[in-house]
């Protein structure tokens, strides 16, 4: 069988897709999550720092989860990786904890804005 150019674009497509979601399009759509989906906090119409913030996390909080996972893989292959499991998660649990504050902040900030004391 004679490997054309076309052939070789189209297996290394179908790789990449398999093994990271699809690597093509904008960030938030390549692992997965479709970016119609994302929380919209309702003091993004008014920020849109705020909302691209946002994005950054949940973006942090995809890329911790599936480092997570694929350590899981690698670490069944590689008792030198073992460990890693035990940092990767406290990543994923630091990030959770930061969408979790940053939700609060989102929260406080709305009534605030709601009170009048943001234009």
């Not at 990271?20 to 003091?43: N, S």
Request: cysteine-free; charged content about 35%.
């Amino acid at each position: 069988m004679k490997l054309t150019k076309q052939k070789l674009k189209q297996i290394i497509k179908e790789e990449l897709e398999e093994a990271y979601g699809g690597a093509l399009g904008p960030f938030p759509g390549r692992y997965g999550q479709d970016p119609k989906k994302r929380k919209e906090h309702d003091v993004y119409r008014t920020d849109d720092e705020l909302k691209d913030i946002g994005a950054d996390i949940t973006d942090l909080l995809e890329l911790t989860e599936r480092v997570v996972n694929h350590l899981g893989e690698i670490q069944a292959r590689y008792g030198e990786m073992a460990h890693m499991g035990s940092y990767a998660t406290m990543a994923q649990k630091a990030v959770q904890a930061l969408s979790d504050k940053y939700e609060l902040a989102l929260d406080e900030l709305g009534r605030s804005t709601g009170k009048g004391w943001y234009k």
